[in-house]
């Protein structure tokens, strides 16, 4: 079953610690993207990654940190540092053309609640 | 700075009226333009980009380069059409979205 795999879909995390959210695709995508979601403010981008070993920040980035080891794998570090952590998280991928068509695949989202 | 702006955040319309979502951008050259949805317990997936001149589930969306919109229009609303609503646009190899309005269809 091909696709975008996020987890876990609920977590939950006392101030103060880290926690890392997992996002896993199997599409052979090769730019892979971490959008934070809140109402009314839509997604913001977290950070993204055109290759592997290589990532950039969005327009977001503060408080949080990636790793792209491997093409399949993005995960995204939630740190203490990130003053409103409590959101929804979507990571999502883009065909390996050379040019952005504009279509991301989106994974099914991971809602972080910071007690 | 490219920016996507949607002015409601909720829209509610009765079955079989008109639907009409405002996206306006600011972009400086020629914009790539996008709605994507999110239907109830769904993933966000592309609804149709402006470049296709498509109509997806009877949806349609026009660039307007003088009024810099892309409104998102279907003449008959369908129940099956409540879902989010976000409008987007390429910027730099990524995707910048709007706000979201999140549309109601009242039976």
């Known amino acids: 079953d091909g696709g975008i795999t996020q987890s876990p879909k609920y977590l939950f995390r006392k101030e103060g610690q880290n926690v890392t959210l997992s996002c896993e695709q199997n599409l052979n995508h090769d730019a892979m993207y971490w959008y934070r979601q809140d109402p009314g403010q839509g997604l913001r981008l977290i950070y993204y990654?055109?290759?592997?070993?290589?990532?950039q920040k969005g327009d977001i980035a503060e408080g949080y940190s990636v790793s792209r080891e491997k093409k399949e794998s993005f995960p995204l570090t939630v740190t203490s540092a990130q003053k409103n952590p409590t959101a929804f998280y979507l990571c999502?991928?883009?065909?390996?053309?050379?040019?952005?068509?504009?279509?991301?695949?989106f994974g099914e989202g991971s809602r972080l609640t910071v007690l | 700075a490219q920016r996507v702006t949607q002015p409601e955040k909720l829209l509610s319309v009765f079955k079989g009226a008109p639907v009409e979502l405002k996206c306006n951008y600011s972009y400086s050259g020629s914009p790539e333009l996008f709605w994507y949805v999110q239907y109830s317990r769904q993933r966000l997936q592309l609804l149709l980009r402006h470049i296709s001149r498509e109509s997806i589930k009877g949806f349609t969306a026009d660039l307007n380069k003088g009024e810099t919109s892309f409104h998102l229009k279907k003449p008959f609303a369908q129940e099956e059409d409540s879902a989010m609503y976000y409008c987007?646009?390429?910027?730099?190899?990524?995707?910048?979205f709007g706000q979201g309005t999140r549309l109601t269809i009242n039976p």
């Open positions: 987007a646009l390429i910027s730099a190899q990524k995707l910048v």
């Open positions: 990654s055109q290759i592997v070993n290589d990532f």
């Open positions: 999502a991928s883009r065909l390996p053309s050379g040019g952005f068509t504009g279509e991301l695949f």
